[in-house]
Structures are given as structure tokens and as C-alpha cells.
């Protein structure tokens, strides 16, 4: 059983930058690949990118060049770095876990950390 808390969410103007952070219980975080995802009011929800148990990330197209994720093992704990926040980047910002990196489904989420992008 993996339990995840997100944190660093919050108010922000277009084009600062937030550090979310999410972290995770149980003495099995790292062999969990781990996923960012968000979801904005009457959207579906969205994959950002996603790191394996060893560090390797993948980072979606939308986002690229101004998220990035990394994962500290010792501390249980996976990170989203985002710069030149937008307007549209506004969304609830959830992590989860999964199995694998070729796990199609994750089985551990978060509760989810508001982002809110002034104009």
C-alpha cells in the first residue's frame, strides 16, 4: 500500500514558478514509477510526465521545456518543477503510482494540490 500527499500548490502569476512536491509512504516508494497528471475544471484529466523507479522521465509534449520531475528515493518523495506558469496552466495537480514504467495503470493516487495562475 503506497499513500501520497501533494504539496506546493497555490497562487502564482503567469510566468513564476511553482515546485510541487508529493510524498509518499510505505518502505516500497522505490520501485513505484511515478506519474504527474492535472485536471482542469470541465477537462479531462491530463498525463504531464512520469519517472521511473530509476530516474527516467518522460515529459509530455504540452509541457516540455517548462516542467520537469525528479525523485528523491531517500526521502520518499517525487517532485514537479514548473516554470513559465500560464493561465491555462491553472488545474488540480495530482501525483501517482504505479508498478512499472510499462504499468499501463496506476494505482496510487494523490488528493490532488490546487494551481492557480494569475494573469
Known amino acids: 500500500q503506497v499513500q501520497l500527499v501533494e504539496s506546493g500548490g497555490g497562487l502564482v502569476q503567469a510566468g513564476g514558478s511553482l515546485r510541487l512536491s508529493c510524498a509518499a509512504s510505505g518502505r516500497t516508494f522505490n520501485y513505484y514509477a511515478m506519474g504527474w497528471f492535472r485536471q482542469a475544471p470541465g477537462k479531462e484529466r491530463e498525463l504531464l510526465g512520469r519517472?521511473?523507479?530509476?530516474?527516467?522521465?518522460y515529459i509530455a509534449d504540452s509541457v516540455k521545456g517548462r516542467f520537469t520531475i525528479s525523485r528523491e528515493n531517500a526521502k520518499n518523495t517525487v517532485y514537479l518543477q514548473m516554470n513559465s506558469l500560464k493561465p491555462e496552466d491553472t488545474a488540480v495537480y495530482y501525483c501517482a503510482a504505479k508498478s512499472g514504467w510499462a504499468v499501463v495503470t496506476y494505482d496510487y493516487w494523490g488528493q490532488g494540490t490546487q494551481v492557480t495562475v494569475s494573469s
Open positions: 519517472i521511473s523507479a530509476s530516474g527516467t522521465t
